[in-house]
Structures are given as C-alpha cells and as structure tokens.
C-alpha cells in the first residue's frame, strides 16, 4: 500500500494524484514519508549502539563547579520524573482507558522520534554543545547519513534532558499555541485568525525563551558559535541566538496548527483519508502514527535545521569554554581549531587547522 507512493505525480488540495487520476489520502504520503525516517533512524541508532562511539563524552580536567553539577544533576532526575508522568498520563491512562492511544498521546511518540534529529545543529559545524556530565553515551552524530563535521561522536547527549524535551516539553508548546489559538478566539472575536497567529507564536517563543536562557545561564548547554550580530551576550559562554527561538517555534508552529485545525474524524492534514481506507482500526493506527512522524520530523528539518544549520557556517570565534563542554571535539588536545570567522568550517575528511595554529588571533587560540 505504501509503494504506491512512488506514483505520486500532482498535490491537489487535500489529497494526491495518481497519473491515473483517482486521488490518494495525503495520509498515505506522510506515512510513507514516516516509516523511511524510522527506519533511518533505527538504522541510525542501531549502528550507533555497535560503534566505539557509544560511551560516555570524556569530560576532560577542568573543574566544574559545584552549583553547576547540582543543576546538571538536578535537571536528569527532574526530566526522567517528568517524562514517566507524562508518559502515564498523555499515553498510557487514555489507552488503558479506551483501548487505543489519544491524539495527544500519538503526537507524543511521533515528536519522541524527532530526537533522532536533536545533534544536527553540528552537522557541518560545532556550535552547539552540551555539559558532558549529563547521563550520556555519547552520540550518534557520525551515523547520520552525511555527516560532516568531525570528532561529531563525542557530543553528549543528554538520555533524560532530551528524551524529556522531546516527550513532553515539545508537546507542552504545541499544546500551548493550540490553547493560545483557542483563547484568542474567544478574546479577540473580532480580529482575525491572521492576527491571533503572532499572538500564540509569541506565546511559545516566550515559553521558549523562559527555558533556554536560564540553562546556558547554569552551563547546561552552549551556542558557542553563532554570528555576534544576532546573538545575545554576544562573546560570553552563556551567549543566545536569538534566531534559535524563531527557528524551533516555527517548528512547534506548524505542528500546532496541524493538531488545532482537525477535522471531525479528529484526523489533522496529515492523516488526512484514513478513515475512508478499508483498513482494520489498527491498522489505520499505524498509518496515522507514521504519518505524524513524517509531518514532524519534515517540519523540524525544514523550518529548523536548515536554516540552524546556515546560521552556523557564519558563526562568529567560540568563546572560551571547559573541557567539559568542548569534549576533546575541539581546541587544546585535538588537532581541530574551535569555529571562529577565522577558521574554514572543517569536514571529517578535509585538511583542519589546529588550534595553536600561528596565524590564528589570540582571542580564536582561547580555548
């Protein structure tokens, strides 16, 4: 059923067109779309796990302080308690209740596989990073097709903060401009739905900023390459860009929309068709759930990391940081000078500068 795929030639409205003429469900494209980024990214992780990659990022001799371990530590046991209550509540209580998963609780797997996605602001560039006393196993950077940059492995990514983010946090902010979209209706019934967007996109990208500034405040994580002049504290390890805020939230955006206009089967666009299809009711499940993980994951590399990714190559000279947040990626004891205007961006297979090169600046030798 999902080979047929390959014979789609024209979108028309709702639905695609086979050169035959008779539509197909935009579910049967999306869930296509879906169950080839799951298997990537099984294929990914699975590859990852058998690699000498798979342990723990070294987090180098540099002390870290004591207020900082607590945070870092505070922060795995907070997500992990977080994400099992969500888990209980969004996914498994509807289920246990009515047999079959909740839209929300659908939603929620499916942006749980967006996190597959997560290590890809480095894809050509080191410029964001994470504290490596996080629960980690490294990362699996290097097993995604086409990755670039080197030393990519030694990433930590975080097992409980992410896997959170991606679970709950992620369906909080949908959540939230879908409520904003909603209130604004009954608030402001006389402005239209073009002017209630920038409200509920406003919304999240506040909730989104409450979030992230404090964590590179605590050293957390880093967007240690960014250009100067789109980036907030423009220098210091704990700096901002605030481009990122836009980015991610015109992810939460597009999928927020898709979970507030469903229609009254309760099936969004993406799902689109599935309850005329001679299927059994699980099987329509299925293809539902496939079809959301490619809507998100297409969405989050369109609208976030694409553009992320541009930004990066223009990134301004790292600040300094600890071995602990670099994780020998880059600087003192790698052959890698850290990203700076100065430095061309390196690949895994290209001539690198190292980071006590002469003709490097003081400022970019720093770390």
């Known amino acids: 059923m999902l080979s047929r795929v390959a014979d789609v030639a024209v979108v028309r409205g709702n639905a695609l067109s086979h050169p035959s003429g008779r539509?197909?469900?935009?579910?049967?494209?999306?869930?296509?779309?879906?169950?080839i980024i799951a298997a990537v990214f099984a294929d990914t992780l699975i590859r990852w796990v058998r690699s000498p990659d798979f342990k723990p990022a070294p987090v180098g001799a540099d002390p870290i302080p004591a207020f900082t371990l607590l945070a870092v530590h505070?922060?795995?046991?907070?997500?992990?308690?977080v994400s099992l209550l969500s888990l209980w509540f969004v996914l498994i209580r509807p289920?246990?209740?009515?047999?079959?998963?909740?839209?929300?609780?659908?939603?929620?797997l499916a942006l749980l596989t967006m996190w597959v996605q997560d290590p890809m602001c480095n894809y050509f560039n080191f410029t964001f990073m994470y504290n490596a006393y996080f629960v980690n196993m490294g990362s699996w950077t290097s097993e995604l097709p086409g990755w670039q940059s080197p030393r990519a492995g030694n990433l930590p990514e975080p097992l409980f903060l992410m896997s959170?983010?991606?679970?709950?946090?992620?369906?909080?902010?949908?959540?939230?401009?879908?409520?904003?979209?909603?209130?604004?209706?009954?608030?402001?019934?006389?402005?239209?739905?073009?002017?209630?967007?920038?409200?509920?996109?406003?919304a999240i990208c506040l909730l989104d900023i409450a979030l992230e500034i404090p964590a590179g405040w605590l050293g957390l994580f880093a967007y240690a390459g960014a250009p100067p002049a789109l980036t907030l504290w423009a220098g210091k390890p704990y700096q901002f860009p605030i481009y990122e805020t836009v980015f991610m939230n015109f992810n939460y955006f597009s999928i927020g929309l898709l979970r507030f206009f469903r229609d009254d089967h309760g099936e969004s666009w993406a799902e689109r068709g599935a309850s005329s299809l001679k299927l059994p009711a699980r099987a329509k499940s299925?293809?539902?759930?496939?079809?959301?993980?490619?809507?998100?994951?297409?969405?989050?590399?369109?609208?976030?990391?694409?553009?992320?990714?541009?930004?990066?190559?223009?990134?301004?000279?790292?600040?300094?940081?600890?071995?602990?947040?670099?994780?020998?990626?880059?600087?003192?004891?790698?052959?890698y000078a850290c990203p700076s205007r100065e430095v061309p961006v390196p690949s895994r297979s290209s001539l690198a500068i190292s980071p006590d090169d002469p003709r490097l600046s003081t400022t970019a030798r720093q770390n």
């Open 95 to 108: 289920w246990t209740r009515t047999g079959r998963l909740s839209w929300d609780g659908m939603l929620m």
């Open 23 to 35: 539509p197909m469900p935009m579910v049967k494209f999306f869930a296509a779309a879906g169950f």
């Open 286 to 335: 299925l293809l539902r759930f496939f079809a959301l993980v490619g809507f998100c994951n297409m969405s989050y590399f369109i609208v976030y990391f694409m553009p992320y990714n541009w930004m990066a190559m223009q990134a301004g000279t790292m600040p300094k940081y600890p071995s602990y947040m670099r994780v020998d990626i880059c600087g003192q004891g790698t052959p």
């Open 74 to 81: 505070g922060t795995d046991v907070l997500c992990a308690a």
């Open 164 to 202: 959170g983010i991606y679970l709950w946090w992620t369906l909080l902010s949908i959540v939230v401009f879908s409520w904003m979209l909603k209130k604004c209706r009954a608030w402001l019934p006389n402005l239209s739905m073009l002017g209630h967007l920038p409200i509920a996109f406003a």
